[in-house]
């Protein structure tokens, strides 16, 4: 988790060094969903398929399942092995989100 965010920040940074921006918005929601309890739901992502008939862009939109994240996967193993100790593992796993995203600072607000 800790390593993905610091790889999200390092490639804000060089976008706005190869595209020369003072502010370069910083998308929160993927961190959310593959972190934290905010992404444990089942839904359904909407997305775009391009393709290519005769020379003509052919756009088709499709949906794809979105079937949790690893909190998720932790919550189903624990029940599965009747272990409340796998849960706990993950207890403070907002707190140390929060942290690490303070910690390299991602905000989208101006300044």
Known sequence: MKNTIKRKYNRVLNIKQ??????APIFK???YRLYSFKGTKNRELSSKRVTYKNQK???KK???KYRGNYIKYVYRASDEMNSPE????????WK????????YD???GKE
């Open 18 to 23: 190869d595209k020369l921006l003072d502010n």
């Open 29 to 31: 929601r993927k961190i």
């Open 57 to 59: 862009i052919i756009i």
């Open 106 to 108: 991602f905000s989208n």
């Open 62 to 64: 499709t949906t794809k």
């Open 86 to 93: 796998i849960k706990r593992q993950i207890r403070n796993h």
């Open 96 to 103: 140390i989100l929060q942290k690490t995203i303070s910690k």
